[in-house]
């Protein structure tokens, strides 16, 4: 069964310090790996895509990670700010089924001042 | 606003009533998803189109549900005889032609559509 897992659930900081968010997957045959992060309310915004081939990706202060071999990916924040609390989901998508997105539950993270 | 448009935004209605939502995807995309997210939940696939053609439906769509793309354009989801397990928000999201079957072009959301059945 394709399924995304992703841990911790929640996790709360305080601003300025880096975190970790990590996904595990068994979705087979695999495209590309996607976080998302998604404010309360509104729909989710990508912030990076890796296909099998790519083992790290940036986007500002968030990089994330690929490790097609043992199917784990993870999203690093870098001096956080109050505006990253949000939830960050990782979403899989299935080769050659037109791009069907499978997403995990997603970690909520809370930036605390 | 060229971004991936749903409305309405919110919708709040009485149990056993009909609903109907729209999505509008970014002009050029051809394949658009429409998934269902409840508190604290990820999003759950419900129905991908590519232009007019429903190409999956998840078992989550039951017979109350159907979704349409008449003209590969906009997309609408309506829900018969709403049940308050139906209360959830409704998000839309659209991606590009793509290269090859790897698909690595974006999927992009709108803001979804909030349903409350009371």
């Known amino acids: 069964k394709n399924q995304v897992e992703q841990s911790p659930q929640s996790l709360i900081i305080l601003e300025g310090k880096n975190c970790t968010l990590q996904c595990n997957y068994t979705v087979s045959p695999f495209s590309n790996l996607r976080w998302y992060k998604q404010d309360t309310g509104r729909g989710p915004v990508s912030l990076t895509i890796?296909?099998?081939?790519?083992n790290t990706k940036s986007n500002g202060r968030y990089t994330a990670t690929l490790d097609a071999d043992t199917k784990q990916s993870s999203l690093h924040i870098t001096a956080s700010q109050l505006s990253d609390s949000a939830s960050y989901i990782c979403v899989v998508t299935v080769y050659n089924q037109g791009g069907k997105l499978i997403f995990g539950q997603g970690t909520e993270l809370s930036v605390k001042p | 606003d060229t971004g991936v448009s749903q409305n309405p935004r919110h919708k709040i209605t009485k149990r056993g009533q009909n609903v109907t939502f729209r999505c509008d995807p970014i002009s050029e995309h051809n394949r658009l998803y429409w998934y269902r997210q409840t508190l604290g939940q990820g999003p759950e696939f419900l129905t991908y189109f590519q232009n007019e053609a429903q190409l999956e439906k998840s078992r989550l769509l039951s017979d109350r549900f159907s979704a349409e793309r008449p003209k590969g354009s906009f997309s609408t989801l309506e829900i018969q005889r709403t049940e308050q397990g139906d209360s959830a928000m409704y998000l839309c999201?659209?991606?590009?032609?793509?290269?090859?079957?790897?698909?690595?072009?974006?999927?992009?959301f709108g803001q979804g559509t909030r349903l409350t059945v009371v």
């Open positions: 890796m296909t099998f081939s790519e």
């Open positions: 999201a659209s991606s590009g032609p793509g290269q090859g079957m790897h698909l690595n072009t974006e999927a992009f």
